[in-house]
Nanobody
Framework: QVQLVESGGGLVQPGGSLRLSCAAS????????MGWYRQAPGKQRELVAH???????NYADSVKGRFTISRDNAKNTVYLQMNSLKPEDTAVYYC???????????WGQGTQVTVSS
């Protein structure tokens, strides 16, 4: 059983910062990628950023230069540092891990990020 535990969401004013964390535990191995998606009300879930096992990092164009993803391999934890937040960043943020010899996708429960004055 694999568990993804997220933390760090909340309410922040425009221009502010938040840091999300996601720790993977349980029978998880051969991690291919770790990252974050988000889903705003009435919209489809979209990729925010992910780190592939090779070290390659991809960001959505809308967050480039503002968000930074990082990973602690020893802790199986992925972080998302979000700076210069905008109201349009408001969404539920989901941690995603792709792992296993037979590839499986795992999702966190989601954490709400609200950017509002």
């Amino acid at each position: 059983q694999v568990q993804l535990v997220e933390s760090g969401g909340g309410l922040v004013q425009p221009g502010g910062s938040l840091r999300l964390s996601c720790a993977a535990s349980g029978s998880i191995f051969n991690i291919n990628r770790m990252g974050w998606y988000r889903q705003a009300p009435g919209k489809q879930r979209e990729l925010v950023a992910h780190i592939i096992s090779s070290g390659s990092i991809n960001y959505a164009d809308s967050v480039k230069g503002r968000f930074t993803i990082s990973r602690d391999n020893a802790k199986n934890t992925v972080y998302l540092q979000m700076n210069s937040l905008k109201p349009e960043d408001t969404a539920v943020y989901y941690c995603h891990v792709r792992a296993g010899w037979i590839i499986n996708d795992y999702w966190g429960q989601g954490t709400q990020v609200t950017v509002s004055s």
